[in-house]
């Protein structure tokens, strides 16, 4: 299995700007989920999925921030307009079940808005 | 409040010698799970190890092997015979039953030399 897939590696934008991450989980797990990490605050849940359908969502910092998962396969993180303080690594993990089951992280996205 | 207390300094450490990296955490909830991952310089979180709140022996993976010590709610990761490969920063994180967030600490720096 070629492990989970994010995209860009890389994203650089202008405040303002809307960026969106994707995310490919690994084939057959039910959970997905949406880590920030900033040297301030450490590795932060933002939002995890189950089966699709988003379970909680408490870490999400404010209403620019949205995420989707269209299916299983596919999720989106988007914020919409990004502000310099969301400049940060993005990482997406999933996994195959809940309780025991660790987290398999993909490589992570570096966002930089100017 | 702060689950995942992970308070060393960066550590150096001699290639072949081992290491111990240090990790309290906070829970009322008497199932929980324990996990450390590693992060190298190329940014990705690989998962390393897994205690379980009711696992009787201490958990092992090869060269790296957890001090579980429950009633001192002490998760300590011991890496033996360093490598320079080893060098990285080092998570631990904890998830309580019924709860698929991960709390991670701060993270321990550690430098392995020749």
């Known amino acids: 299995d070629a492990g989970v897939i994010q995209s860009p590696r890389h994203e650089v934008t202008e405040m303002g700007q809307e960026v969106t991450l994707r995310c490919k989980p690994i084939?057959?797990?039910?959970?997905l989920f949406w880590y920030r990490q900033t040297m301030m605050r450490g590795l932060e849940l933002l939002i995890y999925?189950?089966?699709?359908?988003?379970?909680?969502d408490s870490g999400m910092p404010e209403d620019r921030f949205s995420a989707k998962m269209p299916n299983a396969s596919f999720s989106t993180l988007k914020i919409q307009p990004s502000e310099p303080r969301d400049s940060a690594v993005y990482f997406c993990?999933?996994?195959?079940?809940?309780?025991?089951?660790?987290?398999?992280f993909g490589p992570g996205t570096r966002l930089t808005v100017l | 409040a702060q689950k995942i207390t992970q308070t060393q300094p960066g550590m150096f450490v001699q290639e072949k010698e081992a290491v111990t990296l240090d990790c309290t955490y906070d829970?009322?909830?008497?199932?929980?799970?324990l996990f450390w991952y590693k992060q190298p310089s190329s940014g990705e979180m690989i998962f390393l190890i897994y205690?379980?709140?009711?696992?009787?022996q201490n958990a092992t993976e090869g060269r790296y092997s957890l001090n579980f010590q429950k009633a001192r709610k002490s998760a300590n990761l011991v890496i033996s015979a360093s490598q320079l490969g080893d060098s990285a920063m080092y998570f631990c994180?904890?998830?309580?039953?019924?709860?698929?967030?991960?709390?991670f600490g701060k993270g321990n720096q550690v430098v392995v030399i020749p």
């Open positions: 205690q379980g709140s009711y696992d009787q």
């Open positions: 829970t009322s909830d008497p199932s929980y799970g």
């Open positions: 993990a999933s996994s195959l079940l809940e309780g025991v089951d660790e987290q398999f």
């Open positions: 999925f189950n089966n699709n359908v988003p379970i909680d």
């Open positions: 994180a904890m998830r309580e039953e019924g709860n698929n967030r991960l709390a």
């Open positions: 084939s057959g797990h039910d959970y």
